[in-house]
């Protein structure tokens, strides 16, 4: 059973940046798709970016692509979220998530396996 824990939520001032965090233990996680979504109240979960089990195939909502880098560490079993120019409509719970497959391709609408509890990330007008 692979475990998630994410780290790094924060108030910030809107263009601001912030690192999040996720650790995972148990499972394979370098053969494992990561990704990161994220919820804001009143909305449904959406997708905020992913990467594969080698990191050559990421992809990224088109509302942060350009502000938003994913990342992995397989040697620490962590995933990253880089996320810089931040706006308020950034604002919501993010979730670290992993998908048990080793993908060659990542596609939107991916299901997923295991989830952290999120941390939430505040930007400030």
């Known amino acids: 059973q692979v475990q998630l824990v994410e780290s790094g939520g924060a108030l910030v001032q809107a263009g601001g940046s912030l690192r999040l965090s996720c650790a995972a233990s148990g499972g394979t996680f370098s053969s494992n798709t990561m990704g990161w979504f994220r919820q804001a109240p009143g909305k449904e979960r959406e997708v905020v970016a992913g990467i594969n089990w080698s990191g050559r195939s990421r992809l990224y909502a088109?509302?942060?692509?350009g502000r938003f880098t994913i990342?992995?560490?397989n040697a620490k079993n962590t995933v990253y979220l880089l996320m810089n120019s931040l706006k308020p409509e950034d604002s919501a719970v993010y979730y670290c998530a992993a998908r048990v497959v080793r993908d060659y391709i990542l596609r939107y609408g991916d299901s997923y396996d295991y989830w952290g509890q999120g941390t939430q990330v505040t930007v400030s007008s």
Do not use: A, F, L
């Open 71 to 73: 990342s992995r560490d």
């Open 62 to 65: 088109e509302s942060v692509t």
